[in-house]
T-cell receptor, first 115, second 114 residues
Framework: GAVVSQHPSRVICKSGTSVKIECRSLDFQATTMFWYRQFPKKSLMLMATSNEGSKATYEQGVEKDKFLINHASLTLSTLTVTSAHPEDSSFYIC???????????FGPGTRLTVT | GENVEQHPSTLSVQEGDSAVIKCTYSDSASNYFPWYKQELGKRPQLIIDIRSNVGEKKDQRIAVTLNKTAKHFSLHITETQPEDSAVYFCAASPMNTGFQKLVFGTGTRLLVSP
């Protein structure tokens, strides 16, 4: 149980284009999903918290117009990196949590490379 | 806001030895403390967690202890095996975040040599 998938696993895009990453909870309803960014050999940095049916809450310093988050259903959240630049290249990981549960379960991550 | 510090940053042990990783947190209202194991290029996996109303929890070779007064918690791995080699992250969940955000430590790279 508690499986979270993420798609795509890897993506290469040109500078200036937009990229959408999907995060799905496969066997539970995720009332809350979280988006993290992880640099090589570094910790997980929370970017935003996404609740089904409401606007995402962004962490300080994260541009909400650049990182668009949508949580349209209890099993799907999407992160769109708009007008991507090379500095946006990173490992993006989502996690999902059931209502009334403390545990967060992570997706396998998406490695984004912007050329 | 919550701040989590983790030590050591790297830890090398011989197979069969014990390994201990320590974390401290700043927000006394934090109430949930998970530990994640992340292998290279893979997702973080929850290995054990503890809530603030419990002082110790054990699952086979893994245990976590929590000292609320001192605001620190530790991961203990006994009889280490080479497959325990990975990066371990502690985290704390501040009570005032509403949606149970996690604030992560900086990670500990554990290397278990055969």
């Amino acid at each position: 149980g508690a499986v979270v998938s993420q798609h795509p696993s890897r993506v290469i895009c040109k500078s200036g284009t937009s990229v959408k990453i999907e995060c799905r909870s496969l066997d539970f309803q995720a009332t809350t999903m979280f988006w993290y960014r992880q640099f090589p050999k570094k910790s997980l940095m929370l970017m935003a918290t996404s609740n089904e049916g409401s606007k995402a809450t962004y962490e300080q310093g994260v541009e909400k117009d650049k990182f668009l988050i949508n949580h349209a259903s209890l099993t799907l959240s999407t992160l769109t990196v708009t007008s991507a630049h090379p500095e946006d290249s990173s490992f993006y990981i989502c996690s999902a949590r059931e209502h009334y549960s403390y545990e967060q379960y992570f997706g396998p991550g998406t490695r984004l490379t912007v050329t | 806001g919550e701040n989590v510090e983790q030590h050591p940053s790297t830890l090398s042990v011989q197979e069969g030895d014990s390994a201990v990783i320590k974390c401290t947190y700043s927000d006394s209202a934090s109430n949930y403390f998970p530990w994640y194991k992340q292998e290279l290029g893979k997702r973080p996996q929850l290995i054990i967690d503890i809530r603030s109303n419990v002082g110790e929890k054990k699952d086979q070779r893994i245990a976590v202890t929590l000292n609320k007064t001192a605001k620190h918690f530790s991961l203990h791995i006994t009889e280490t095996q080479p497959e325990d080699s990975a990066v371990y992250f502690c985290a704390a969940s501040p009570m005032n975040t509403g949606f149970q955000k996690l604030v992560f430590g900086t990670g500990t790279r554990l290397l278990v040599s055969p």
